[in-house]
């Protein structure tokens, strides 16, 4: 088992998965992790929608230019902030990192593929998720086993 | 020790303090924690601004009406943004709640409070850290031993 420390020196973004699915306690735990985030005033001004159906990853697949592993991910997480809280971009990029750690700790990959500020990313994920226009989805996480389990993180400490 | 899972779940935020020092080398693996978190193209955009001078983290206590815990801090990180680059912001997000994990890991107690968007904040801590002007200080983390051990953290589950 991993510190938490170790953990997160250790975490780093997995790209390629082997499509194989992801346990549904598992999810449920990582979505818990981003929900242990802080937020200003305890607000908590983020959802989370969790992705298995292989149709609706292949159709974020397609819509999203930086998020082709979607079609071998197992699962995808989107955070999303409810853009009337002043302090929501901050809030849901501390509660991703959580979700990027505990998917680490719980021995997937996953990655950050960014969606907000691109309009051209958050419009065909509105669409296709059904997301309310006051709320806008801040990533697209794909979470799933990593082909190479010998990555080692990338040093950025020099 | 903590596995990561546990040590996410278990992280609240701690806002009194002993007063007591940090120990020099937890400070470096808690701002290495932040180092790792992950960025847009992986650009890094951050800066790490420690400090344990007294004089400076009563003057920021003055200065900021959402620190006063300042005071009794062992230490602070000011977490800074370069503004130059797009996803600053996400990106120092994401490295701040790297931090907090980091420091509940090894003990210690911490908060983040905010500084960016708010300029009556942002220039105070500027002025008294010398920080040039294209970089943002997202926020300041005063990081100590907490007063009381026992505190559960919030149930933000139901």
Redesign the interface.
Known sequence: ?????????S?H?VRKFTGDPINENDLN?IV??G????S?M?I?PWSFIIITDKGILNNLCKALPYAKMLDKAGAAIIVCGDSKE??W???C??A???I???A???GYGA??T?VY?YESRIEPVRKECKIPNDIIP?NVIPIGIAVDKNVK??N??N
Chains 1, 2 share one sequence.
Do not use: C, F
């Not at 929900?35 to 802080?38: F, G, I, K, Q």
């Open positions: 088992m991993q510190t938490l420390v170790e953990g997160i020196l975490r973004s735990t818990k992790a929900m242990a985030a802080p200003a305890n908590q002043a302090n971009v901050v809030d990029a501390a991703t990192e959580n990027l750690l505990a680490h700790a719980l990655v950050w960014a500020k801040l993180p990338i950025k400490y």
